[in-house]
């Protein structure tokens, strides 16, 4: 585990935004889809975005799917390597398997398709079947997704119910997206999903578009004294998290609720915002839950050393900031942040380090999303030191 030093620091400057890992996952799918004619530019090789270019190869050549931390390339590819192969093995940490494939479950057991789980691995062996498929909306996206890439390589029509509550709608909304540029016909009205069956995908050659979710823990800084300016967004994306903005100023504004169902994994970095600012109650907060930490539980913990408390409920948390009789000592009290090896908790932790300065375990983290994120920041002035 490596750690670094962020030294009392105020950011400033110009930086382009990396590029949208969720786009990119799903144009390196389509194109792979579409035989490998097309060609996906700006690309930033984050450890989950490496884990669907292997596994996209291991398709290929029948292997072994090593899906690593990333549920995206899991849950993406699963349905995927049944309509091509007819199953396959996918391995990955045991974190990544706790979080679970429930809805795939009920669908292998509905359509007799033989599968093998285990704390690290799935072995699946069986053939999808075009139909109708009923998701629960609450649990992921993710599911949807899966579905929607291999739907269209089945010989006949198929149908998807989303059971309300839909959380993340952005992020189906993203996947037909890629799916219409890709040549696929593809139909939603309210919750129904209608897919065409017999389809080829003929993805045209392309660029990703810069990343709302990363640029939010980039532009917090602008709300901390510094001035930043992000380059390479899309203001027309269809990326939920470019919400942020709107956001980020309700926190600085006073305190307020704010509803996580669309935007789940701006969490950790509202979280902090609102800790160092004037509060805010958070809803629809459970998913947190079980990304690649419990990000209620440790983010509360980590913010907790700064002074600010929270108080969690079921699918609530009410962040109560930290008290201005605390913020005078911070400087000297030499705290230690725990990234709990979860990107998103790394980048929101170094931005609250900045005020005061803290030393910060398991920076290596950024890796799954944002591997460049501490050269960034030095650019726009943070004092960042490996130890």
Request: aromatic share 8%; proline share 3%; with cysteine.
């Amino acid at each position: 585990m490596s750690v670094c030093h962020i030294a009392k620091s105020t950011a400033g400057g110009a930086v382009t935004v990396p590029p949208s890992k969720s786009y990119a996952h799903r144009l390196l799918i389509a194109a792979f889809l579409s035989g490998g004619k097309a060609t996906v530019s700006n690309v930033d090789l984050s450890n989950d975005i490496r884990a669907t270019i292997d596994c996209l190869k291991a398709i290929d050549d029948k292997g072994t799917l090593d899906c690593r931390e990333s549920g995206s390339t899991l849950r993406f590819l699963i349905p995927v390597a049944i309509a091509l192969n007819g199953g396959g093995r996918f391995t990955g940490t045991a974190k990544l398997f706790s979080r679970g494939i429930g809805e795939y479950e009920k669908i292998f057991k509905d359509q007799d398709i033989k599968y093998e789980l285990s704390e690290d691995s799935l072995t699946v062996d069986g053939r999808l079947s075009s139909g109708i498929f009923q998701i629960d909306g609450s649990t992921s996206s993710q599911y949807i997704t899966g579905l929607l890439f291999a739907l269209p390589l089945l010989d006949g029509d198929s149908e998807i119910w989303i059971t309300p509550p839909v959380q993340s709608r952005p992020y189906i909304d993203i996947t037909l997206d890629v799916l219409r540029k890709s040549g696929i016909k593809v139909r939603m009205e309210g919750n129904h999903i209608f897919i065409t069956g017999g389809q080829s995908y003929n993805l045209p050659d392309c660029s990703v578009e810069g990343d709302w979710s990363n640029a939010a823990f980039l532009d917090i800084y602008n709300y901390l004294g510094g001035d930043v300016s992000l380059q390479g967004l899309n203001p027309d994306s269809l990326q939920g998290d470019k919400i942020y903005r709107d956001l980020f100023r309700r926190l600085d504004a006073g305190w307020c609720e704010i509803d996580l169902g669309n935007c789940i994994d701006l969490g950790p970095v509202l979280f902090t915002l609102a800790a160092i600012k004037h509060g805010a109650r958070f809803i629809n907060t459970a998913r947190l839950r079980i990304k690649e930490s419990d990000r209620v539980a440790d983010i509360a913990g980590e913010l907790a050393k700064a002074g600010a408390t929270a108080v969690i409920g079921d699918n609530t948390v009410e962040i109560k900031p930290i008290p201005a009789s605390r913020r005078a000592t911070l400087a000297g009290e030499g705290i230690v942040f725990d990234s709990h090896n979860d990107h998103r908790l790394a980048m929101s932790l170094t931005a609250l380090a900045t005020l005061f300065g803290a030393r910060l375990e398991g920076c290596e983290s950024v890796a799954k999303s944002f591997p460049d994120f501490f050269e960034t920041i030095k650019q726009l002035g943070i004092e960042v030191k490996d130890e």
